[in-house]
């Protein structure tokens, strides 16, 4: 059970970028699966979550309306599409699997992988 994120970096304000989160097989196709951030000093919060079939989507208030997730079974990948991005987004970026509980609540997730750091220049 492994999950691998990447596609962090550097962008300024007003960009775009898409993480990626790549998950085993058995995993991906059972699990919902969420997307967490920490920002230095922070505690870490929930940024985004799609259900298992991937009908469903939840995002932080915060990110709403600029982030879109999506699960690309082909491919085994979850990934997070960030548009108009904000220095306040700067953090490190925790993909997560989870099969039952609150998408919302981190402690509910059973499988973690690296995070990936973003940076927001202004």
């Known amino acids: 059970v492994q999950l691998q994120a990447s596609g962090g970096g550097l962008v300024q304000a007003g960009g775009s970028l898409r993480l990626s989160c790549a998950a085993s097989?058995?995993?991906?196709?059972?699990?919902?699966m969420g997307w967490f951030r920490q920002a230095p000093g922070k505690e870490r919060e929930f940024v985004a979550a799609?259900?298992?079939?991937?009908?469903?989507?939840f995002y932080a208030n915060s990110v709403e309306a600029r982030f879109t997730i999506s699960k690309d079974f082909a491919k085994n990948t979850v990934y997070l599409q960030m548009n108009s991005l904000e220095p306040e987004d700067t953090a490190t970026y925790y993909c997560?699997?989870?099969?039952?509980?609150?998408?919302?609540?981190?402690?509910?997730?059973?499988?973690w992988g690296q995070g990936t750091e973003l940076t927001v220049s202004s």
């Open positions: 799609v259900s298992w079939s991937g009908h469903d989507t």
């Open positions: 997560a699997a989870r099969d039952r509980g609150s998408y919302y609540d981190p402690n509910e997730y059973g499988y």
């Open positions: 097989g058995r995993l991906f196709s059972r699990y919902g």
